[in-house]
């Protein structure tokens, strides 16, 4: 930054130093904005004209308008994110998510890293569900390799993959009551995860980017001494849950401020891309471990869950049911688990013969999908991802005009978006 | 110089002082309850390295404000961004004069006291708003328009809910109020509509969750107090916590008996025992209540501004009023 | 749009594993009855189908698929860009999934490196704006008919497409081949002044 560069006061550039200092020495006034440029300089963009239309339908401001940042160092919980609001009073006009704070090009890095490697850059994606970042791509390589993995991993894939689901739905009932007000809910939530990511630190060694997924298994087994704790950690959990469930679930104020808000219809859903318990709540019967069963969910007994009314209130209750859902299928899991080995033989390096692979699994925010091309080096060609979260954010602009600024917390809140994933 | 002029000044001027010395330990220990109450309904322990069991954290945070710099935006209005904070912390602390606090022990024992307070009251809903309009922040302004706008509707119940008191207990003095409860018994179970209807204004007039819109921090950052920082920040946050303990204390005199004590104890006694006797209920009353204010702040969301101004106006105005003309009818026919 | 009614629910395939090698050959029956000049870019596997088109046709393709009520691809579940090389083309490729076949349809679309353009599906899946921006942000494809094609994840004024083979890592963008490509925004036609009193040399640092 050179040393003459000078941000005038975004307010009122007229009444600032800068154009007293210009007035004084004579010159013209700093050239100001309108027209197309016009409202720019209240949220801190450079001066540019806006480039699309829908940029143009954003920035343009009406009668009584403002445009107002929200983030992207965020009071909320979900990331660095930037919403620019267009506001008249209290009412949201229009929305636009500014994203990109978070983005680290793990989709290039990947392209120069390992095939095993791939499984720590996968993990800090959409960090609250790392178990199932790192399943789509096992899924996916295995199917370039063209080896499947034996039995018992597929068993305690589904086991974390489960846990983790148990521990972000748990956490999202936390962001919606904090979003709202409630200081509570997060923390006990927190005593859930706490509890959850004690069990997978045993087994895959790391509290939170677990790097436990491997090309033709995992990594480490599980023993006795785990399932003696999962059956401990089993009997405790539904307590905790309940204990935020009576915090939230018939809370007068928290069902007033979420049902009738952000009605998301299923058509609307799908052609927005919204996956996932959000997608469901609007009564879509769509979960891919049903829709395209992958590992060894055609093993195991569950119905798809959906709600009606696609409110807030409605994708609340469906990731509490699909909460307890996943309780369920860890018990069917531990009983079914076989024993046998964990990981398939792979060399070190795996060299997988050239090809495509899609893999698609169900993240806790909704379709979770890798498409990788081998070119048969050591490295991937192409490694895509897919996350559900971005997809989801496209949600926001269409139901919150006309809604309330402390309505945008609740809504965002309820599609539970991870910027990680996000931004990749 | 009439002695008595002297002695009457610097009584007055006693008075004054130890009023506003005793709103900071107040502060202090209202702030302190709710780390550690809050912190332990979380399954927390708050607190607990300053001092035993934590109990010198809000005096930590006190000195802390005292030591931060004070940073005024270049274009705020000086005069009235530095009156906002003493307006606030004003109100709190002068409408302490009134409280009667046990048999005796009463600053000032207006005739009107119940008026003198409720209108010294509003008092903070003016230094909110320049606090709001002084900073020279967009979202300030909105924060303080939004809070000004909850103060004052929903000060028009709490004082509604008060004139059936006033009706029953014959008198705008707190004193006899309390006097009319001891021959009577509590005011509680002659106006329960009315307590409840002060209770909920009360907690919207002091921003306490579940109506603290204002200081809403998930939303646009904090409300009309975003550009103030050191002492002057520690006197909006102070006579909020004051206001609270005020509140509660207000309540428990006019629908809690104040400082008599419950049933099987006997109700007052004279003299320098029973003022302490008296004091001794009064405290544990009003700190219950803030207890309670507490725990529906580690409870509750936030209400959502236009469902909190419904309220007032929709549902709290009309009990408030139907609560007056049913008392009031019902004074009259029993000639009470 | 598709009456989502008529779907078998996922919930009556209860426990039972999906064979999927026969109805993977009756999607490719139906797919060849309505387009048989994909015959020759036909490829499945175990779970995929997948067929190659040039460009131009991905709108008039996926519309088929998604509207037909036989095929019923109902859902985008991606989009995503692929950089074959320097000197090679590009390739959009989209992934469908229909409830009425087990198969996910993988839609390879080719596209000019040259000259990237491509028809914009925002018209039949509102949720493909934010893949075609990343698309666009990342390797410069430029979707036509979009609404909303600006940088989703790079600063307004980047100047280069990451994700490009031709983008070399860790480097400064400016010194990879890649650079100089011309970004739609122009960020050199953007006027700054007002940001810099002496609006000299200040634009080339970061």
Known sequence: ???????????????????????????????????????????????????????????????????????????????????????????????????????????????????????????????????????????????????????????????????????????????????????????????????????????????????????????????????????????????????????????????GRTIGMGVLSGPEAIALGVTGPSLRASGVPFDVRKAHPYSIYPELEFDVITQTGGDVYARYLQRVAELKQSIHLIDQIVDKMPHGPVQAQVPGIIRPKPGRAYAAVESPRGLYSVYAISDGGPNPYRFRMRDPSFVSLQAMPKLMPGRLIADTMAVMASFDPVMGGVDK | ?????????????????????????????????????????????????????????????????????????????????????????????????????????????????????????????????????????????????????????????????????????????????????????????????????????????????????????????????????????????????????????????????????????????????????????????????????VWLRATLPRVRVDQLMGMAWKVLLPLAMLNLMVTAGVVVWLKL | MADLRRSRPAAKQLGRRRDLSAPAGALVRLLLDRFADLAPTVWTDEDTVEVRIDGERNVALLEVLRDDPELHFFMLADAAAVDYGPSEHFEVVYHLYSDLHPAWLRVRARVDRADPHLPTITGLWEGASFHEREMYDMMGIVFDGSRDLRRIYMSPDYRSFPQRKDFLLPDDAADSPAAGVDPLERPETWDLSRFVEAATSSEGES
Not at chain 1, 24 to 39: D, H, L, W
Not at chain 1, 242 to 253: A, K, L, P
Not at chain 2, 19 to 25: G, R, S, Y
Request: aromatic fraction near 14%.
């Open chain 1, 1 to 255: 930054m050179t040393s003459d560069l000078r941000i005038p006061d975004p307010v009122r550039p007229e009444h600032t130093e800068e154009a007293r200092l210009r007035a004084a020495a004579g010159m013209a006034p700093a050239p100001s904005t309108g027209g197309e440029y016009a409202g720019f300089e209240s949220v801190g963009l450079p001066d540019r004209p806006p480039q699309t239309e829908r940029e143009r339908e954003v920035y343009t401001l009406g009668e009584g308008e403002m445009l107002v940042n929200m983030g992207p160092q965020h009071p909320s919980t979900h990331g660095v994110m930037r919403l620019v609001v267009k506001v008249r009073g209290e009412v949201v006009v229009d929305i636009d998510p500014v994203l990109g704070y978070l983005h680290r090009g793990i989709e290039k890095l990947c392209e120069n890293a390992t095939y095993t490697t791939v499984m720590t850059y996968v993990d800090p994606m959409d960090y609250l569900s790392a178990m199932h970042n790192e399943h789509a791509p096992a899924i996916a390589f295995e199917k370039l390799y063209g080896i499947k993995a034996p039995k018992r991993a597929e068993y305690i894939r589904a086991l974390v993959v489960e846990l983790n689901r148990v521990f972000s739905h748990g956490l999202m009932m936390g962001f919606q009551a904090l979003d709202m007000g409630g200081l509570t809910p997060i923390l006990y939530g927190f005593i859930n995860r706490d509890e959850v990511v004690d069990l997978l630190s045993a087994i895959s060694g790391q509290r939170m980017l677990f790097n436990f997924f491997r090309v033709g298994g995992v990594n480490f087994d599980a023993n006795d001494e785990f399932f003696s704790r999962l059956g401990t950690w089993r009997a405790g959990v539904l307590k905790t849950i309940e204990m935020n469930e009576r915090i939230m679930t018939d809370n007068e104020i928290f069902r």
């Open chain 2, 1 to 293: 110089m009439d002695l008595d002029l002297l002695l009457g000044v610097g009584r007055f001027l006693l008075a004054t002082t130890l009023l506003l010395l005793l709103t900071v330990p107040t502060a202090f220990v209202v702030i302190q309850m709710e780390l550690k109450v809050i912190a332990q309904m979380q399954l927390r322990y708050g607190p607990n390295r300053i001092g035993p069991w934590g109990m010198f954290q809000s005096t930590i945070h006190g000195f802390k404000f005292l030591a931060k710099e004070d940073h005024m935006p270049d274009l705020a209005d000086r005069t009235t961004f530095t009156l906002a904070p003493w307006m606030v912390y004003m109100a709190a602390a002068m409408s302490m004069l009134v409280i009667p606090w046990a048999p005796g022990a009463i600053a000032a024992d207006f005739n009107i006291g119940i008026v003198y307070f409720f209108a010294i009251i509003g008092l903070s809903v003016v230094g909110m708003l320049i606090a709001g309009w002084a900073s020279y922040n967009k979202y300030s302004l909105l924060g303080g328009l939004r809070s000004a706008a909850q103060m004052v509707s929903y000060e028009i119940p709490l004082t509604l809910s008060v004139v059936g008191v006033v009706v029953l207990g014959g008198s705008l003095n707190f004193r006899e109020v309390i006097e009319w409860q001891l021959d009577h018994g509590w005011m509680l179970l002659w106006q329960p509509v009315g307590w409840g209807i002060f209770y909920i204004a009360s907690l919207a007039e002091i921003n306490r969750t579940p109506f603290d819109m204002v200081e809403a921090d998930s939303e646009l950052v904090a409300g009309p107090f975003t550009e103030y920082s050191g002492m002057r920040f520690g006197f909006f946050f102070f006579a909020e916590y004051v206001a609270l303990f005020i509140m509660s204390g207000i309540m428990v005199a006019l629908f809690f008996g104040g400082w008599l004590a419950p049933w099987p104890f006997p109700a007052q006694f004279d003299g320098f025992g029973g003022t302490l006797y008296g004091l001794f209920w009064f405290f544990l009353k009003s700190y219950l209540f803030v207890f309670v204010a």
